[in-house]
């Protein structure tokens, strides 16, 4: 029980974060944050794993930590004598180390392969929040940069998901691919990011809920559990929303995204690479169900076009609703 606790000043260090803008009380929460995470991830299953995991979490992120105070403490004794630019590029790859982003996104993978659900939900949303927040200080310091590392973001980790029969691993390229698309949301209009993250995380929360339900470690068995398919709908609904598949909320939040940027002419090149590697994304969610629910579950297939048929006013009737959500949504940013 003490790890709820634990888990709610984690929560907590991480909202006082949007409300602070120095940069030193900024690190500060990082390493607070660093310090209750670290306890959480230990567990008694795999101890001496989890245990190595761990200790290698904490030197990434000391290090990275190392040189985000060492960037600070420039910037104030040498403001005037050292070019800012290097210290801000200096600040952008230690918060490039913190979210696993690319170049330095294979110990964001390989984590999350080992660890258990729970800690895989917190580090692949919970803990990249304060350093979110602080790269979003200084994107605009290194616009060229910062556009031409998310671009090798998107790809990497595109093309990374398509190997993967594991769930774990595809969820951290699934995140590393979200990574871009929150970050350039930001650039042009940070209510924008702050709703993208907020629907990714609770997207995460509720497939990784089921997934630790479920004890599912290979995408193949998800639909050959003795779960109802109440629980399998769910779980195909909320991965089709996170590969941003219409008329879902996670499509929704994609579009908004592209029409707050579509009239940035510096933004256009990274967007057609996004949608591009958008388009690959939705092929391997979708070749994740396809083949399992309409090939090799033939009990599966007969009862979904059985709900489908039965329900098909009520189908209309939530089409309908969608497309009005979408419209309100459209009004309320805009």
Do not use: D
């Amino acid at each position: 029980m003490f790890l709820y606790p634990m888990i709610f000043f984690i929560v907590l260090l991480n909202f006082l974060s949007i409300m602070i803008n120095n940069w030193f009380f900024m690190w500060i929460l990082m390493e607070l944050n660093l310090m209750i995470f670290i306890p959480i991830m230990i567990e008694k299953k795999n101890i001496k794993i989890i245990s190595k995991i761990s200790f290698k979490y904490f030197l990434i992120q000391s290090f990275s930590s190392m040189i985000f105070l060492f960037s600070i403490l420039m910037n104030m004794m040498f403001n005037n004598l050292i070019n800012i630019s290097i210290i801000y590029f200096l600040m952008m790859t230690t918060m490039l180390i913190k979210l696993g982003m690319f170049p330095f996104h294979m110990w964001f993978v390989k984590m999350m392969n080992i660890m258990s659900w729970k800690n895989c939900f917190l580090l692949s949303t919970i803990q990249k929040m304060i350093p979110f927040f602080i790269m979003m200080n200084f994107i605009n310091k290194n616009i060229k940069i910062f556009l031409l590392i998310n671009i090798f973001n998107t790809i990497i980790s595109t093309i990374g998901g398509l190997n993967q029969n594991f769930i774990k691993p595809l969820l951290a390229y699934s995140s590393i691919n979200h990574m871009s698309w929150m970050m350039i949301s930001s650039i042009t209009m940070e209510k924008m990011f702050l709703i993208y993250l907020i629907i990714y995380l609770l997207n995460n929360l509720l497939i990784m809920m089921f997934m630790k339900q479920m004890n599912i470690k290979f995408i193949n068995k998800i639909f050959y559990t003795k779960n109802s398919y109440l629980i399998k709908m769910l779980i195909m609904m909320s991965m089709l929303s996170l590969g941003g598949i219409p008329p879902m909320i996670g499509f929704l939040i994609k579009w908004m995204t592209i029409y707050s940027i579509y009239n940035n002419m510096i933004l256009n090149f990274n967007l057609i690479i996004l949608l591009i590697t958008s388009t690959v994304t939705i092929f391997y969610y979708l070749n994740l169900f396809i083949p399992s629910t309409f090939y090799f579950n033939e009990k599966f297939k007969n009862k979904f076009l059985k709900i489908y048929f039965k329900n098909f006013y009520n189908s209309i009737i939530l089409i309908l609703f969608l497309t009005f959500t979408t419209l309100m949504f459209n009004n309320f940013f805009y």
